[in-house]
């Protein structure tokens, strides 16, 4: 399966390039993005670098030199499992940082002072597992955005839009799942589908697309009663022609301040379950979760649970601060006419 | 005198009320020959935009065009028409202006692709022709640099372009009527008469039949051969310009004229009708304007008045008229 992902990584920088060029084609996209850069240089670079790790993570392929034994030579390696090689860098136990002996007995290890962040229980190198939690955070937001985003705005806006009975229905439907303990229902949906990425990601998506709808459900509304979409009727435009014409075009800066908001959400809940042990492999929230009885050992074991945490926390302020940036410039009361 | 483009019979739009339905348009017809250009007129609330969105069947719901009105364009009832055929009518033989140039544009898109939009709705073009063909009609309606202003942002153009960008999406696929909502009432007074010229000159040289709606004689005075005016829901007096404005019979015509600043009046009390229009549901018995009607008599308040003819072309619908009448 791991071409699946090289294609996938193939494709994604395509879209990327693709939607640079767009972007600099249309005025108004052009100078948002400029402005963004301007306001949040540095957070964008961090998103960055956790992208490019991600995706040198995500391109893999059989074979080359330093396979360890005969499983790991028939398995993909990424490039960061190559850069690593997690297979003969490891130790026996715990290592602190950069120490020169095992933590517990005083036995030299087999690469003194190499470890940034120490090893874990069975000797894997933490600054190695802890990158490898950056592809998989990226993946739970990505995918549950990619979950949530359709279906709330298919529900959102043909309610908004068309109001009546769909409104009505679609109304229901989220003062339904609202009234359930989001929790619950991820621990169920989870215990039904099974804990694949792809699975937990949909439990995610299915709980966490209410907020969202009804903000562009309450767009929608606006919008629907807007001069232009009557304008756009007395031209003749069809119900579809005006909603992917005038209302879609008009909530795309909602969309995408929702991406970036559900992103980090959807990045912390998974830890979250992962804490309850429903989680995804490999993730930061499984390392935290693994470490969270050595923090009670004396001396402390902290270095495990201090990467994972501050992956998390840097992930995660730095799409929000960038998402905050977004509003601001998207928002036409803080940035309209004559810029 | 030609079949006329638009004929309005016993129009009635009633709206859902606490007790049952409301009409706040009721009896109303009137007619629009090709070519001609007509003036409702009328204060705030009493009816004349939805009666322009009545003639587009866009009357918004949860309001409801009565069974037994007749609108008919080019002869056709228009009112029973499917969706789709309305849907072609709409932007194609009948153009629509609004009031608001300043929201009536979609922000997020080149105002260009907007007008290209009201093109390729009713018109098989391939993308260049039409392009070509907004240029054109940029030029037309008198917008400079019609070649760049194809890829501006409606914020990137003043009240007065884009209202000249509303019409050309409206006249993109020449209408033989345009409606115009209050075309002039958000603009500065300067803009207000270019935009006047602009319509006057576009139906003069399209043959277009032109039903403006404004409270403004100014307007009607620059553009309308005839003139509706209505209050509250009816038609009181229709008459041509100069019959409306040199000799007005209803005496809420004749109040309307005299509220109007006059400069020889310089210095003195401007003239007002007293009240103010009462609200749907709300309407007096009788004629409905007797409580503001300074020459209202016994008949007023108990029976509604019917049409009088004054002169082959004007007509009011007032007791005091018809009593007068040798």
Redesign the interface.
């Known amino acids: 399966m791991h071409w699946v992902s090289n294609i996938v990584v193939v494709l994604l920088v395509a879209g990327a390039v693709w939607l640079a060029r767009r972007v600099a084609r249309s ?2 996209w052009r100078e948002s993005a400029v402005e963004l850069w301007r306001r949040r240089r540095a957070a964008i670079v961090v998103v960055g670098l956790f992208v490019l790790v991600a995706l040198l993570d995500s391109i893999s392929w059989i074979g080359g030199a330093g396979a360890g034994d005969n499983v790991t030579a028939s398995r993909p390696r990424t490039i960061i499992d190559r850069v690593f090689q997690p297979e003969t860098f490891k130790e026996e136990s715990y290592s602190a940082p950069l120490a020169g002996t095992a933590f517990y007995g005083s036995r030299p290890l087999a690469f003194p002072g190499r470890h940034l962040l120490g090893t874990d229980i069975l000797g894997r190198d933490v600054v190695y597992r802890a990158l490898k939690g950056v592809r998989v955070a990226l993946l739970i937001g990505v995918f549950t955005s990619l979950v949530v985003i359709p279906i709330a705005l298919l529900f959102g806006v043909t309610a908004g839009y068309f109001g009546r009975r769909i409104d009505d229905g679609v109304f229901f439907l989220m003062t339904v799942l609202a009234s359930v303990p989001d929790l619950l229902l991820l621990i169920a949906l989870v215990m039904v589908l099974g804990r694949g990425t792809v699975q937990v990601c949909i439990a995610l998506g299915v709980t966490g697309w209410v907020r969202f709808c009804r903000i562009a459900r309450g767009e929608t509304l606006k919008l629907r009663e ?3 979409v ?9 119900d579809a ?1 005006i909603i992917f ?2 209302i879609l ?2 909530l ?1 800066h909602l969309v995408i301040i929702t991406f970036a908001l559900l992103f980090t959400a959807m990045v912390l809940t998974e830890a979250v379950l992962s804490y309850l042990g429903v989680g995804i492999e490999g993730s930061w929230g499984q390392m935290i979760d693994q470490a969270r009885n050595e923090l009670s050992r004396t001396p402390i074991i902290w270095w495990n649970i201090t990467a994972a945490a501050i992956l998390l926390f840097t992930l995660v302020l730095a799409v929000n601060t960038i998402a905050d940036a977004m509003r601001d410039i998207a928002d ?1 009361r803080t940035r ?3 810029q | 005198m030609s079949a006329p483009l638009l004929e309005i019979e016993r129009l009635a739009i009633s709206f859902p009320a606490e007790h049952g339905r409301v009409a706040v348009v009721d009896r109303v017809a009137f007619t629009v020959a090709p070519g001609e250009t007509v003036a409702l007129v009328g204060e705030s609330g009493c009816g004349k935009s939805i009666t322009a969105l009545a003639v ?1 069947r ?1 009357v918004p719901k949860p309001g409801r065009i009565e069974p037994g009105s007749v609108i008919r364009f080019d002869g056709r009832d228009i009112l029973p028409l499917p969706v789709t055929d ?7 033989k009948i ?2 202006i ?1 009031q ?1 140039p300043m ?7 080149t105002v260009g692709s907007q007008v290209e ?2 093109i390729l ?2 018109a098989r073009l391939p993308a260049r022709e039409a392009r070509k063909r907004v240029v054109e009609m940029f030029a037309r309606v008198g917008i400079p640099d019609p070649e760049q202003r194809f890829d501006a ?1 409606p ?1 990137q153009l003043s009240g007065g372009l884009k209202q000249r960008v ?1 019409i050309a ?2 006249m993109a696929m020449r209408p033989r009527l345009l409606i115009c909502d209050e075309p002039t009432t958000a603009l500065d007074a300067t803009i207000r008469a270019q935009i006047l010229d602009l319509i006057r000159d576009l139906a003069a040289t399209t043959g277009t039949a032109v039903l403006i709606i404004t409270h403004d004689f100014g307007v009607v005075n620059a553009v309308a051969d005839r003139v509706c005016v209505m209050y509250a829901g009816q038609i009181v007096e229709t008459g041509t310009r100069e019959e409306l404005l040199g000799r007005p019979r209803h005496p809420y015509t004749q109040g309307l004229l005299r509220s109007i600043p006059r400069p020889e009046a310089r210095g003195g009390r401007l003239e007002e009708i007293p009240g103010a229009v009462p609200r749907p549901g709300q309407w007096p018995s009788g004629c409905r304007f007797h409580p503001r009607c300074p020459v209202a008599f016994a008949r007023c308040p108990v029976e509604v008045p019917g049409e009088t003819r004054v002169s082959p072309t004007q007509s009011a619908w007032c007791h005091l008229v018809e009593e007068a009448r040798p």
């Open positions: 005025r108004f807007s001069d232009y009557a304008a756009a009727r007395a031209l003749g435009a069809s022609r014409r005038h075009p008009n795309a036409p309209r006419e004559g | 587009m866009l309305m849907r072609n009518l709409r932007g194609g153009g629509m609004f608001e929201t009536s544009l979609n922000p997020v898109t939009e009201a709705l009713h942002y914020h509303m999406m409206a």
